[in-house]
């Protein structure tokens, strides 16, 4: 062999493939879609074909979850595979909060990006923006284009905190310069009407909070005034997204591409277009979780049509558990009728229960990934080191520090996932295996308003989740080592990297 051939011999076994062969990855995300929302996770109430067809024709987890049980955190452990804890201020954003993470960090999107992919983010944010003196008039930056995103459409926070306009790359789109955007989350700016005062106003009445600026007549968190001609129309959202995501996937060229479609739905307000009043008898919220599949059903038809499906991983989850009325009266409470929305699991959104974090998650990849249900323990905080792990991407040493890599489970090739994980709730819990672990708390053991079980006790607690899923007996008495070790094990992880 000469040097030549011997050289190509030695790189082609370990240099990794060439970019253009790499799968394109698009991660989609639910908001608030809870572990029993969806027909293929039980739901009777609601149809939902498009998400079961991925679930039925790849893989459907049944513990998998957020890293948290609210939005901002298990966005950032998402995107940084580190948890969410570690990092001070990560929990529900205002709409005027900085950037949470770091430019210059290795991000999900900065690790594709550096191995060649085209990486897009549309939808919504929630990871704050700018340096603290934000300018919603001019270059709305550091954002997602300085973490590793190529190009973003994104909603800034919530659907129900101001300001309540799309922001396109830097710039707020379709923004008129003679009417200037002004945020508040102090005090109500110039004469715009507040639900508080107006609810006369109102289409869409707040339960709790949301009493604020009046948009779409609806009253939001937070005031703002100006930018007219920009503000988004809530019953015309999940289109606008959609059609942002099918655009960015029909101008794929020879690169691979990672699209983070991050949906509105089914987080309040539920305003979902009229063409699905009558998809469920659930009204608002049941009607959501339907278009929330038809965005699903459009992105995988446009992945079709174009011959992309084959060389696509698809990933569908929620960003934590389900809640019911989360602050306006849309009915949902009232149409519930037989609905689980967390399915059997005990609390939901904010909880530090099961129902906290525990969401449906399906990956579907037909030229890899055989049908099957997985009961692999993974997180969503493992999938920057598990993508990086797929696209041969390298990792530095303190990269996705949190981050296992659950590859071999992802692609249905193993039936193991990680073997412990921190459920952030209003505080901190652990799973070991089938074990989990609640620390006493002396924190509230509901949250009225939206009428959740918190999980807190003033004992602590310990649930064999294989024989008691709805976290029913607590079994921390009949078990004191199993929770001491716990203890020791969570105090352990807790304290593993200084937090920033
Ligand atoms: C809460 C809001 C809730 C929702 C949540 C964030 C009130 C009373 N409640 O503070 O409606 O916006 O924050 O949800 O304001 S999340 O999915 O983005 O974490
Ligand atoms: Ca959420």
New binding site residues.
């Given amino acids: 062999m000469n040097r030549r051939d011997f050289l190509s011999a030695c790189l082609g076994a370990t240099a990794p493939r060439s970019a253009a062969r790499l799968p394109n990855i698009v991660f989609i995300y639910a908001?608030?879609l809870g572990y029993g929302d969806l027909a293929c996770y039980g739901a009777t109430r609601v149809r939902t074909p498009n998400i079961d067809r991925l679930a039925a024709g790849g893989i459907r987890f049944t513990d998998a979850h957020s890293s948290a049980a609210?939005?901002?955190p298990s966005r950032y452990s998402l995107l940084t595979g580190e948890y969410a804890f570690r990092m001070e201020g990560a929990r529900?954003l205002p709409g005027d909060a900085p950037l949470l993470i770091r430019p210059g960090r290795a991000t999900l999107p900065s690790i594709l990006k550096a191995r060649g992919y085209r990486t897009a983010t549309v939808g919504k944010w929630?990871l704050g923006l700018g340096d603290g003196r934000i300018d919603w008039n001019g270059d709305i930056k550091p954002g997602p284009l300085e973490i590793g995103f190529d190009e973003c459409f994104i909603i800034p926070a919530?659907g129900?905190?101001v300001p309540c306009v799309y922001v396109e790359n830097h710039r707020v789109a379709g923004l008129d310069p003679r009417d200037p955007i002004r945020v508040s989350y102090k005090g109500p700016l110039d004469d715009q009407p507040t639900g508080a005062m107006h609810p006369e106003l109102l289409k869409l009445h707040p339960s709790?909070?949301?009493d604020m600026t009046i948009v779409n007549g609806i009253s939001r968190?937070g005031y703002m005034s100006g930018g007219k001609s920009a503000l988004w129309k809530d019953e015309l959202m999940a289109d606008v997204l959609t059609t942002r995501a099918v655009r960015f996937i029909e101008a794929h060229d020879t690169r691979p591409f990672f699209l983070y479609f991050s949906s509105h739905d089914i987080?309040?307000p539920r305003v979902p277009h009229a063409r699905f009043a009558t998809a469920t008898p659930m009204g608002a919220r049941g009607n959501a979780i339907a278009q929330l599949d038809w965005c699903v059903g459009r992105i995988v038809e446009t992945l079709r049509k174009r011959k992309l499906l084959d060389r696509t991983l698809i990933m569908f989850t929620s960003?934590?558990g389900a809640v019911v009325d989360?602050?306006y009266r849309d009915e949902a409470v009232e149409k519930l009728g037989g609905h689980r929305p967390n399915g059997p699991l005990r609390g939901g959104?904010y909880s530090r229960f099961e129902g906290g974090t525990r969401v449906p998650f399906v990956v579907n990849w037909p030229g890899r990934v055989n049908s099957s249900v997985s009961d692999a323990l993974i997180s969503q905080m493992d999938i920057p080191r598990s993508m990086a792990r797929l696209t041969g991407a390298p990792l530095g040493a303190m990269d996705a520090p949190d981050s296992e890599n659950v590859l071999p489970a992802l692609l249905g090739e193993s039936a193991r996932g990680r073997e412990t994980l921190v459920e952030q709730g209003p505080s901190l819990s652990l799973r070991s295996g089938k074990w989990k672990y609640i620390p006493p708390s002396e924190g509230a053991r509901l949250n009225k308003?939206v009428n959740i079980e918190l999980g807190a006790d003033t004992r602590p607690q310990l649930y064999d989740l294989a024989a008691d899923i709805g976290e029913t007996r607590n079994l921390a008495g009949q078990y004191p080592e199993r929770v001491e070790e716990m203890e020791v094990m969570l105090h352990k992880i807790r304290s593993a990297h200084p937090a920033r």
């Fill in positions: 908001d608030d609210t939005c901002t529900i929630h919530t129900d905190r709790h909070g949301h968190i987080h309040v960003d934590n989360d602050g959104k308003n």
